[in-house]
């Protein structure tokens, strides 16, 4: 049988996390291109996203069976608690004492970066649903064939 279209190494955990952590890395990096070459709106709410996109990505990382609803409703639920949280003095006290903090837990609160989380979400839930169920068709098909 051909390794590659064998779903135990296609969707194997420790691929999975690899792939995270590139995708996260990737993000990042994106996130700092726009930071440094543009401004304004477009740093803000594409970090919004961005972030949003790192979080899932960390998700994924820690529970790679995980569905990629089950991801996406818990990383965007993650992103607009932590918004919330903005609203006590608590992450803003944290942040001046923290530069991880303040990546982390952001400084004030923006009721706009509560809608701009799911823009950063809602594409990998569909990749990671598509990747699932090509992943899964595969094996399907595999299995049939080899019988």
């Not at 590139?22 to 304004?40: D, K, P, Y």
Request: aromatic letters at 10%.
């Amino acid at each position: 049988m051909d390794r590659r279209y064998d779903l135990r190494v296609s969707l194997n955990p420790w691929k999975i996390r690899l792939v995270t952590s590139a995708s996260a890395v990737v993000i990042l990096a994106v996130a700092l291109g726009i930071r440094a070459f543009f401004g304004g709106a477009l740093e803000q709410y594409s970090g919004t996203a961005l972030y949003a996109s790192i979080v899932y990505a960390a998700v994924v990382f820690v529970w790679p069976p995980i569905t990629a609803l089950v991801a996406g409703g818990f990383t965007t639920g993650f992103c607009w608690l932590v918004e919330i949280a903005q609203l006590t003095p608590v992450p803003a006290a944290l942040s001046a004492r923290s530069l991880l903090a303040r990546f982390v837990l952001g400084v004030q609160f923006d009721p706009v970066d509560l809608a701009w989380y799911p823009v950063g979400v809602v594409p990998l839930v569909v990749l990671h649903r598509l990747i699932r169920v090509r992943a899964r068709n595969r094996t399907v098909g595999t299995a049939t064939a080899s019988v």
